[in-house]
């Protein structure tokens, strides 16, 4: 029953202009300001280790403003569910996308490597149109949301594949036949799974899959996000090549410049960074944690 109910409410989101949907935005995320929500305390640490140059007031400000943005995030679920594949195309500008068309005019497998920033959902959605896609998701443990939550991403094509063992031997098979893989810089692995690399002046623990997935099969890598733009304009999504040490063999060379990008990138539009995420959750061994 809940599942229909949400799946009528996205209905109506996609009924409705995307600019209303931004403004309706606004009112929301101040009300949810100012109501108790434990990941307000995850907000505020966030925003004081990332934004250490920031007071308190303009750390508020920017608090406030993600939660709009957050608000924006979930009623653009009706584009992501049922705007047709025109009207996403209307709505979408591009930034470095010749690089993609090179790449695949040469014959090259692509990996693209996004994070929690925009409408990331809709960045997998827009290549799924171009690009036989492949994307790495964390499935859910109940089966049904599982399906619900899969089935708009895979409408134009796209396949999802749940993070886990078995996920390595798919993405590798994606990429050695010359198609595309799309997954997020910015997930916190177990620990034993990843490295300590910067990210805002602090160590983040972050996957090596990115290196792995390059080293092995010699793919054209991109670093790309979907900026929510202002007034309902639409999204502008921005793809860079990754820097050559994606290949190093020291895993934490490879990913230094892509923790840069993504911090360079949240710097852009710092409040469409997905906050309530414990991004620092993991410590080294030695060093104290940082959410209470």
């Not at 989101?13 to 309706?24: E, G, Q, Y």
């Not at 959902?121 to 499935?139: D, K, T």
């Amino acid at each position: 029953m809940k599942l229909a109910a949400t799946s009528g409410l996205i209905r109506l989101f996609s009924l409705l202009p995307l600019s209303l949907l931004h403004r309706l935005a606004v009112p929301l995320g101040w009300l949810v300001y100012l109501l108790p929500w434990k990941k307000h305390q995850v907000i505020q640490t966030n925003l004081r280790l990332c934004f250490p140059e920031l007071d308190n007031r303009q750390r508020n400000q920017l608090h406030r403003q993600h939660l709009v943005d957050l608000f924006r995030l979930i009623l653009e679920a009706g584009v992501i569910w049922h705007w047709s594949e025109r009207s996403i195309r209307r709505h979408v500008q591009t930034e470095g996308w010749e690089q993609i068309t090179a790449a695949r005019q040469a014959g090259r497998a692509i990996l693209f490597v996004s994070g929690h920033l925009g409408n990331w959902e809709l960045l997998n959605l827009f290549l799924s149109i171009h690009l036989p896609m492949v994307c790495l998701y964390r499935a859910p443990e109940d089966t049904g949301l599982d399906q619900f939550i899969t089935q708009p991403r895979e409408r134009f094509g796209a396949r999802m594949v749940a993070g886990g063992s078995p996920s390595l031997r798919h993405l590798l098979a994606q990429l050695k036949a010359r198609h595309a893989v799309g997954i997020a810089a910015d997930i916190q692995p177990k620990r034993g799974d990843g490295v300590f690399v910067p990210l805002f002046g602090h160590q983040a623990l972050s996957m090596t899959l990115a290196n792995k997935l390059a080293r092995r099969t010699g793919c054209a890598v991109f670093l790309a996000w979907a900026e929510r733009l202002p007034n309902g304009q639409g999204w502008k999504l921005r793809f860079n090549a990754a820097d050559q040490a994606i290949v190093a063999p020291d895993p934490v060379e490879a990913l230094r410049p892509v923790n840069q990008w993504l911090e360079a990138a949240i710097r852009q539009a710092p409040s469409q960074y997905l906050w309530i995420y414990k991004r620092f959750g993991r410590r080294p061994d030695g060093e104290q944690k940082l959410y209470r």
